[in-house]
């Protein structure tokens, strides 16, 4: 039982928890058995949804009757104090009894939180939201998503360093290739800033990943770039675009379809093709967003998403505690 990976979990946050929580911790059990499940939250609601479905040597819950809530300021939730359990499971990352923490809950109070008890790796001076996205090839790694609107070089450096160590930890056969999100693809487009980060990038020497320049907007899903690094402002936005444009071609697809005959007949010819696409654009499966620079990971789930959801984000955090991704950045970075 000491070899399992040791995830602390947040049971009160996101919608529909804990039940919510706790499928997701069922579901993912059943496919990971090396996981164990430390749940803050209040007991008797989480064993109303546990009791029976796991077995007792895979689970602890630990009992608190507070909770962050989703109207909760970053500074109410933290004023909150020690018995949430967001700081709860937070806490039991900094004193060592589990590996890591994931949360379904309030995104800027998780951040702040665990900016409070986790301490930041050496020479580190800005933590990073990254997040997986899919792309022609396989995944990309995107970051950061806003936890910083403005950056420095160092900041675009250091990104570049601990994406791509989040990339090597999640796929270790494969060497990222790591580009700055730009407005152009040539050396004198953008501000100052990025311009410098470039140079200093493009003389950068690491066995961890390729230099590979700039990406524009539209080249982002083209599968050529593994790790895109950006300010947290650009990087928002990018997010909140992609997330929409999926939503807006899967839905008039689904309209198109439904609304002539035609469009019925060819929907029945193609039924497989149809549901491959919609996988392949659902974000359940990419759920699970990485706060890094810290001295341990922490995961933010997406509050809205459904246990499947929430259990592909415990995966993240099996496959991030296997990849020794804390060691990973800390032998990198400078």
């Given at each position: 039982?000491?070899?399992?990976?040791?995830?602390?979990?947040?049971?009160?946050?996101?919608?529909?928890?804990?039940?919510?929580?706790?499928?997701?911790?069922?579901?993912?059990?059943?496919?990971?058995?090396?996981?164990?499940?430390?749940?803050?939250?209040?007991?008797?609601?989480?064993?109303?949804?546990?009791?029976?479905?796991?077995?007792?040597?895979?689970?602890e819950i630990v009992h608190t009757e507070k909770s962050v809530k989703s109207t909760?300021?970053?500074?109410?939730?933290?004023?909150?104090?020690?018995?949430?359990?967001?700081?709860?499971?937070?806490?039991?990352?900094?004193?060592?009894?589990?590996?890591?923490?994931?949360?379904?809950?309030?995104?800027?109070?998780?951040?702040?939180?665990?900016?409070?008890?986790?301490?930041?790796?050496?020479?580190?001076?800005?933590?990073?939201?990254?997040?997986?996205?899919?792309?022609?090839?396989?995944?990309?790694?995107?970051?950061?998503?806003?936890?910083?609107?403005?950056?420095?070089?160092?900041?675009?450096?250091?990104?570049?360093?601990?994406?791509?160590?989040?990339?090597?930890?999640?796929?270790?056969?494969?060497?990222?290739?790591?580009?700055?999100?730009?407005?152009?693809?040539?050396?004198?487009?953008?501000?100052?800033?990025?311009?410098?980060?470039?140079?200093?990038?493009?003389?950068?020497?690491?066995?961890?990943?390729?230099?590979?320049?700039?990406?524009?907007?539209?080249?982002?899903?083209?599968?050529?770039?593994?790790?895109?690094?950006?300010?947290?402002?650009?990087?928002?936005?990018?997010?909140?675009?992609?997330?929409?444009?999926?939503?807006?071609?899967?839905?008039?697809?689904?309209?198109?379809?439904?609304?002539?005959?035609?469009?019925?007949?060819?929907?029945?010819?193609?039924?497989?093709?149809?549901?491959?696409?919609?996988?392949?654009?659902?974000?359940?499966?990419?759920?699970?967003?990485?706060?890094?620079?810290?001295?341990?990971?922490?995961?933010?789930?997406?509050?809205?998403?459904?246990?499947?959801?929430?259990?592909?984000?415990?995966?993240?955090?099996?496959?991030?505690?296997?990849?020794?991704?804390?060691?990973?950045?800390?032998?990198?970075?400078?």
């Open positions: 039982m000491s070899d399992l990976i040791k995830i602390s979990i947040d049971a009160m946050g996101g919608d529909n928890s804990p039940k919510k929580i706790v499928d997701g911790i069922i579901h993912n059990h059943k496919k990971n058995s090396d996981n164990f499940y430390k749940i803050f939250g209040n007991k008797d609601e989480i064993e109303k949804n546990i009791k029976g479905r796991i077995d007792q040597n895979f689970f909760d300021s970053p500074l109410e939730a933290a004023k909150k104090g020690k018995n949430t359990s967001m700081w709860m499971a937070v806490e039991s990352v900094k004193k060592k009894e589990t590996d890591i923490v994931i949360s379904a809950g309030n995104t800027g109070a998780l951040l702040v939180i665990a900016k409070l008890n986790l301490k930041m790796i050496e020479n580190i001076d800005k933590p990073a939201l990254s997040a997986l996205w899919p792309n022609k090839k396989g995944m990309s790694v995107v970051l950061d998503l806003g936890a910083n609107i403005e950056c420095n070089k160092k900041n675009l450096i250091d990104f570049s360093i601990m994406g791509a160590s989040l990339y090597k930890s999640l796929y270790p056969e494969e060497n990222p290739n790591v580009a700055l999100l730009n407005i152009g693809s040539e050396e004198l487009k953008g501000n100052e800033i990025i311009k410098e980060t470039f140079q200093e990038l493009n003389d950068y020497k690491n066995n961890n990943f390729n230099f590979a320049g700039y990406i524009e907007g539209n080249e982002l899903m083209n599968g050529e770039v593994n790790v895109i690094v950006s300010d947290g402002f650009t990087g928002n936005v990018a997010l909140k675009t992609a997330e929409g444009t999926a939503n807006f071609i899967t839905s008039e697809l689904k309209k198109a379809l439904s609304n002539t005959i035609l469009g019925k007949i060819s929907s029945m010819l193609n039924i497989s093709n149809l549901r491959k696409f919609k996988k392949r654009l659902d974000p359940r499966l990419y759920n699970g967003a990485i706060f890094i620079g810290l001295n341990s990971p922490v995961v933010k789930s997406h509050g809205g998403t459904d246990y499947f959801g929430f259990s592909n984000s415990l995966n993240v955090c099996n496959k991030i505690i296997k990849g020794n991704l804390i060691d990973k950045i800390k032998s990198n970075i400078r």
